[in-house]
């Protein structure tokens, strides 16, 4: 059984820094895709970053050139560097992968506010 768990979380005001991390515990099968998606109070799971084995990256428009996702294939970790953060991204941030055999996880998500 394969867990994610996400950290980093948290309030900041606009224009300032967050960090998520995210760790794969458990009998893994290497991943091929590590994403970060959010949910926003009365809105639908939308997909923030994401990343494939030969780092290729994927960006949701409104966060390009603000966010950043890196990655461990190896290990099963991945980051989610944001700056220069707006109250419109606050939401529950959920990390994810897709292993080699079709397997996909969730981690339990980790609240995200902008505010000043």
């Known amino acids: 059984q394969v867990q994610l768990a996400e950290s980093g979380g948290g309030l900041v005001q606009p224009g300032g820094s967050l960090r998520l991390s995210c760790a794969a515990v458990?009998?893994?099968?290497?991943?091929?895709?590590m994403s970060w998606y959010r949910q926003a109070p009365g809105k639908q799971r939308e997909l923030v970053a994401a990343?494939?084995?030969?780092?290729?990256?994927k960006y949701e428009e409104s966060v390009k050139d603000r966010f950043t996702i890196s990655g461990d294939f190896a290990k099963g970790m991945s980051y989610l560097q944001m700056n220069n953060l707006k109250p419109e991204d606050t939401a529950v941030y959920y990390c994810?992968?897709?292993?080699?055999?079709?397997?996909?996880?969730w981690g339990q998500g980790t609240q995200v506010n902008v505010s000043s």
């Open positions: 990343l494939a084995t030969g780092f290729i990256t």
């Open positions: 994810h992968a897709g292993d080699l055999l079709g397997a996909e996880y």
């Open positions: 458990g009998n893994m099968q290497p991943f091929l895709t």
